[in-house]
């Protein structure tokens, strides 16, 4: 149950695209389209943000969007705003009813 | 209002017990499995416990197997996390989920810290 790779921090400025890319094996994300991304504002719980590699649940802004290929999973941040700036964690299912969680990512707006 | 409200942290001694608490309101608890996370203090999350919405099926991360016991009760629509053998790497901000959808979580609680510490 390794934890998935993310990279520690990405940043841009306001209106441009910030991409975080999160790498496991083929047990979790390369295994199942059961992959999910989180915001977390400090001191506040994580906020679903993506699920099933790519939708979007009700509320959440279009900016927000995901893919994956093979082993690594994607979220991209269209139009990035200010209130962007927070934690980013993805989430596989690993099997055996079982979760990993990524490393996390701090976004930063510049 | 849909949420999950937990309870029960506190500061415990290596070794010791500690039994948290997450009461959901607004939706259909019994219809959803629950998941326990956690996230040590500057640290990622990390996943703990999923149990079944029947409770039927319980399963655990490695790290707490044999020490920690995910239940819930769904006639007061509470799910537990009991604690045992505790040690200092447990110590974490834990957090209630609702699994949906997929194994994604919709709704999660606000939190209760755990410290352990001598």
């Known amino acids: 149950q390794s934890a998935l790779t993310q990279p520690r921090s990405v940043s841009g400025s306001p209106g441009q695209s910030v991409t975080i890319s999160c790498t496991g094996t083929?047990?979790?994300?390369?295994?199942?389209?059961?992959v999910s991304w989180y915001q977390q504002h400090p001191g506040k719980a994580p906020k679903l943000m993506i699920y099933?590699?790519?939708k979007r649940p009700s509320g959440v802004p279009d900016r927000f969007s995901g893919s994956k290929s093979g082993n690594t999973a994607s979220l991209t941040i269209s139009g990035l705003q200010a209130e962007d700036e927070a934690d980013y964690y993805c989430?596989?299912?690993?099997?055996?009813?079982?979760?990993?969680f990524g490393t996390g990512t701090k976004v930063t707006v510049l | 209002q849909v949420q999950l409200v937990e309870s029960g942290g506190g500061v415990v001694q290596p070794g010791g017990s500690l039994r948290l608490s997450c009461t959901a309101s607004?939706?259909?608890?019994?219809?959803?499995?629950t998941h326990w996370v956690r996230q040590a203090p500057g640290k990622g999350l990390e996943w703990v416990a999923f149990?079944?919405?029947?409770?039927?099926?319980?399963y655990y991360a490695d790290y707490v197997k044999g020490r920690f016991t995910i239940s819930r009760d769904n006639s007061k629509n509470t799910l537990y996390l009991q604690m045992d053998s505790l040690r200092v790497e447990d110590t974490a901000v834990y957090y209630c989920?609702?699994?949906?959808?997929?194994?994604?979580?919709?709704?999660w609680g606000q939190g209760t810290m755990v410290t352990v510490s001598s």
């Open positions: 989920a609702k699994d949906w959808p997929n194994w994604a979580s919709d709704i």
């Open positions: 607004g939706f259909s608890f019994n219809s959803y499995g």
């Open positions: 149990i079944r919405y029947d409770g039927n099926n319980k």
């Open positions: 083929s047990s979790d994300v390369g295994g199942y389209n059961c």
């Open positions: 099933d590699v790519s």
């Open positions: 989430c596989s299912y690993a099997g055996s009813y079982t979760l990993v």
